[in-house]
């Protein structure tokens, strides 16, 4: 009987498993060389991190104009601006002024 046992699957396994390995390996590096020219740009453009550049990013791909020049005129702040430019153009401007009056600001600026 012990002469119709088969090949051992246990090395198959770590076979397969060696190759993952190297493939996850190979995609971390690339996405830790990603990571670092996103830091170096944040660095280079005068940002904090990359994270301040992705929500730069995201207000200047998504927001209207009076969202853009409150956020250039210093009366909002990247955070608030790049969670308003999530918003429809609509929603946009009335959350820019609304969040403004709260503050105690009016701002007229281009729409």
């Known amino acids: 009987m012990g002469r119709y046992q088969g090949q051992r699957n246990d090395l198959l396994k770590s076979e397969s498993t060696s190759k993952k390995d190297k493939n996850t390996a190979s995609l971390s590096r ?5 990571k670092r020219t996103d830091e170096k740009l944040a660095n280079l453009v005068g940002f904090k991190n990359k994270d301040a550049l992705h929500r730069a990013t995201k207000v200047y791909k998504k927001g209207i ?47």
């Open 65 to 111: 104009s009076i969202l853009i020049n409150a956020l250039n005129d210093e009366k909002i702040s990247l955070t608030k601006a790049a969670e308003f430019a999530g918003y429809s153009p609509n929603t946009q401007h009335k959350s820019i002024l609304e969040y403004l009056e709260l503050k105690g600001e009016s701002y007229v600026g281009t729409c």
């Open 30 to 34: 690339k996405r830790d060389k990603f």
